[in-house]
Antibody, heavy 120, light 109 residues
Framework: EVQLVQSGAEVKKSGESLKISCNGS????????IGWVRQMPGKGLEWMGF????????TYSPSFQGQVTISADRSISTAYLQWSSLKASDTAIYYC?????????????WGQGTLVTVSS | QSALTQPASVSGSPGQSITISCTGT?????????VSWYQQDPGKAPKLMIYEGSKRPSGVSNRFSGSKSGNSASLTISGLQAEDEADYYCCSYAGGSTWVFGGGTKLTV
């Protein structure tokens, strides 16, 4: 069974750094891209970017380019989303997501979400 | 890269059919038949309902169907049930290894 298990909720202050994780299991980690999706409080879904764990090539949505870093560690089947300096506006739920087995362009599997709260 | 446009809310009675529209541009919806639809219950992760415009994943009811015309896509739910009440999001591949979501539609049954 494919599972994406994310790290727990975080409470941080503006200016702090943060790295959240997403562990994939039940499949070959290097064969499927992992993406990240933001959902701000009471708002919709936003595509942030994705990584191909096989070659660690990351691509970002223009809105998030330079704001976050997506990485992966193949040895432990884990993808990461990190910030070097958090802002209050980064407060949101962040979901990791994986494409379907036969479909490259949709998200068939989702993590449970990680709530990040940033206080000013 | 702007979000796809969806109605903020739609409503219907049990047994009825509703359609949720999703309008993009010639750079996303219009260029690719790669629209997917997601259902999100409060406090839960989204669930894939339709992919590649009109395909249903295994386990999704055939009451859900998708279509596309030009720069717009649609999700139709027939035989509405109370359990269908949720937020629905469309998403389109937009080229250059990026995707764009719609703003979401709250369905009230």
């Amino acid at each position: 069974e494919v599972q994406l298990v994310q790290s727990g909720a975080e409470v941080k202050k503006s200016g702090e750094s943060l790295k959240i994780s997403c562990n994939g299991s039940g499949y070959r980690f290097t064969s499927y891209w992992i993406g990240w999706v933001r959902q701000m409080p009471g708002k919709g879904l936003e595509w942030m970017g994705f990584i191909s764990p096989g070659d660690s090539d990351a691509t970002y949505s223009p809105s998030f380019q330079g704001q976050v870093t997506i990485s992966a560690d193949r040895s432990i089947s884990t993808a990461y989303l990190q910030w070097s300096s958090l802002k209050a506006s980064d407060t949101a739920i962040y979901y990791c997501a994986r494409r379907g087995n036969d479909d490259y362009y949709s998200i068939a599997y989702w993590g449970q979400g990680t709530l990040v709260t940033v206080s000013s | 890269q702007s979000a796809l446009t969806q109605p903020a809310s739609v409503s219907g009675s049990p047994g009825q059919s509703i359609t949720i529209s999703c309008t993009g541009t010639s750079s996303d919806v219009g260029s690719y038949n790669l629209v997917s639809w997601y259902q999100q219950d409060p406090g839960k992760a989204p669930k894939l309902m339709i992919y590649e415009g009109s395909k249903r994943p295994s386990g999704v009811s055939n009451r859900f169907s998708g279509s596309k015309s030009g720069n717009s896509a649609s999700l139709t739910i027939s035989g509405l049930q109370a359990e269908d009440e949720a937020d629905y999001y469309c998403c389109s591949y937009a080229g250059g290894s990026t995707w764009v979501f719609g703003g979401g539609t709250k369905l009230t049954v």
